[in-house]
């Protein structure tokens, strides 16, 4: 085995060593359901904005973002953007939300609703839904990535195992990892394992991009201009348009359609973070409204800086390892910032020195996918056992040590599904889930949100037909868009689509389908109210506005 898969694998151990040690600690000190879900609330806001900024920057944000720009240059940055943008919609929503809810979404959703049961359903299909597409893209690029940094190639053994076996066992690894941490620990395990992550990711970018900026004599003029040499692009590297919204002589249908698929990638952006499950049950960490105020004011200033970080990674990547060279190794670019990392490695420390430096990069990489998976995992268990079982099935009289049992065989359930869907989609292209996640959740869960903090007329019905229709919209628009089938590579006539090349069922020109999916989630939840039976309650909602707003009566 070469040195850098002796370091890397140590480092890997390592992490997984010292997470599992934050593992028994959490469960010895789990008592009861404030504790399993939320962790009792005793992090800090500053704490829980370490923890959020983990939950958000996964591995797409660490490794595709950088990839994207040293590939499409200015337009990958736009990722960066949209990603950071998203926050300012957070922080008008988040402290309400922790006011008015206990430990989920369908907490604030059914606050001021005659039915709770239909709304609680309707929200754990949501949850569950979105994370899981969250989750698959997470396991399957954990399996990849981990192959790729130790190593193992086609035609290889690792460990007595073939490559795709490797590869499959990085996977199961990963998922039974994250079945421990949310099983056992619960919200205190998996919020320490984000907070560990949050300070090992920033680390590793700080550093990275010292030594990166450095070649350059810390001059930022000087690595873009060596990185639009070295693309093959020229200038056009710098502007906007090589990737997104590009203009196509003498189509005006196509450009229009590229023009507007761009909008609807940043509307998904932009408005999803809000609505992801994962995200939502961490601002019920913290004691109060206040601090989870506080804790996005932090989330922001560090995603502010990552993404600030990925500039100097991706065009980095392009000036110093070069296309060609990041293309042969994955032509999506995910593997830019890895191989950046040894050359910068290289250049200071030798063979050596490369050899860390790609170790150091690859265990950042699986932490955050651990760390993210994990909070994925226990969103859709916390929803399982607290919505679904201790309020439909219980009718909200369930003990606590029997939710948190359901919690924890949930968390055991869902992994299960995980690790079996990520196995089969392994050598399938995925790469769209992650945006597909934020748009579902923009669509379904957005508006219920809005909706039900601000208009005094919203029903059951009308959360009930905003999810579902939301859900419902996204799912079939992505289905018959051009991820799905019909887009091919017009150099070489590849398959650029989940199905190969010849099948093209397509109907939707669009490849994010949030542009269209996001306005019929509210136009179904202001239908919905409008046309159920169900009379509004007005003192309901009068009491939610003032818990939302000063926190009187809030958990």
């Known amino acids: 085995m070469i040195e850098h898969n002796a370091v890397a694998f140590g480092l890997f151990v390592a992490f997984i060593l010292i997470t599992l040690g934050i593992t028994v600690w959490a469960r010895m000190n789990t008592q009861g359901a404030d504790d399993f879900y939320a962790g009792g609330r005793t992090f800090s806001g500053p704490q829980n904005g370490v923890a959020l900024a983990g939950d958000y920057m996964s591995a797409a944000s660490f490794l595709g973002i950088a990839g994207i720009i040293a590939l499409s240059g200015y337009d990958g940055f736009l990722y960066s953007i949209g990603f950071l943008v998203a926050w300012l919609i957070a922080l008008l929503l988040v402290e309400m939300m922790r006011n008015a809810g206990r430990f989920t979404m369908a907490d604030v959703l059914s606050q001021r609703v005659r039915r709770q049961a239909p709304v609680r359903r309707a929200a754990v299909v949501s949850t569950v ?28 053994r690792f460990l007595g195992m073939s490559a795709g076996t490797a590869e499959t066992m990085t996977i199961v690894a990963v998922g039974a990892l994250m079945i421990c941490y949310v099983a056992f620990g619960g919200m205190k395990a998996t919020t320490w394992v984000q907070i560990i992550k949050s300070v090992l990711l920033m680390a590793g970018s700080v550093v990275l991009t010292v030594m990166v900026l450095g070649r350059f004599g810390f001059d930022v003029s000087s690595m873009l201009g060596s990185a639009a040499d070295t693309s093959g692009k020229g200038e056009a ?21 590229n023009k507007l698929d761009f909008i609807s990638l940043a509307v998904a952006l932009v408005l999803g973070t809000v609505g992801l499950p994962h995200i939502v049950n961490r601002f019920f960490t913290v004691p109060d409204g206040r601090a989870a105020r506080t804790s996005v004011s932090w989330a922001i200033g560090l995603v502010g800086v990552f993404y600030l970080m990925t500039l100097a990674l991706g065009f980095g990547a392009a000036a110093l390892v070069g296309r060609q060279a990041i293309v042969a190794q994955d032509p999506s670019g995910n593997t830019a910032v890895p191989q950046l990392a040894q050359a910068a490695g290289e250049h200071v420390g ?35 056992a607290h919505d679904y079982f201790g309020q439909v099935l219980m009718f909200g009289r369930p003990r606590e040590s029997q939710e948190v049992a359901v919690a924890r065989f949930a968390a055991f359930l869902v992994g299960s599904l995980a690790i079996v869907l990520a196995v089969v989609a392994r050598n399938l292209n995925v790469a769209f889930l992650v945006a597909l996640a934020f748009a579902m959740a923009a669509a379904a869960n957005l508006p219920a949100i ?10 059951s019905s009308g959360v009930v037909a905003g999810i579902y229709g939301g859900l419902i919209s996204s799912l079939v628009l992505v289905f018959f868009s051009p991820v799905v089938s019909g887009k091919t590579d017009p150099v070489t006539g590849e398959s650029l689509s989940l199905f190969p090349a010849g099948v093209d069922f397509h109907l939707f020109p669009l490849e994010n389908p949030g542009i269209v999916s996001i306005p019929i989630g509210f136009a179904c939840a202001v239908a919905g109210t409008l046309l159920g039976r169900e009379d509004p309650d007005p003192d309901r909602h009068d009491e939610l506005a003032v818990r939302a707003l000063t926190g009187a009566g809030s958990h």
């Open 237 to 257: 590297f710098l502007r906007p348009g090589l990737r997104y919204g590009q203009d196509v002589p003498g189509d005006a249908y196509r450009t229009i359609v």
């Open 350 to 384: 030798g063979h050596l020195g490369g050899d860390v430096m790609l170790a150091f990069i690859g265990a950042v990489a699986f932490a955050t996918i651990l760390a993210v998976v994990s909070g994925l995992v226990l969103a859709s268990s916390t929803s399982l």
């Open 129 to 156: 839904t979105v994370s899981v597409f969250y989750l698959l893209a997470q396991m399957v690029g954990a399996g990849a990535l981990v192959s790729l940094l130790l190593g193992i190639h086609d035609g290889e």
């Open 450 to 459: 809005v909706l039900t903090l601000f208009w005094r007329r919203f029903t």
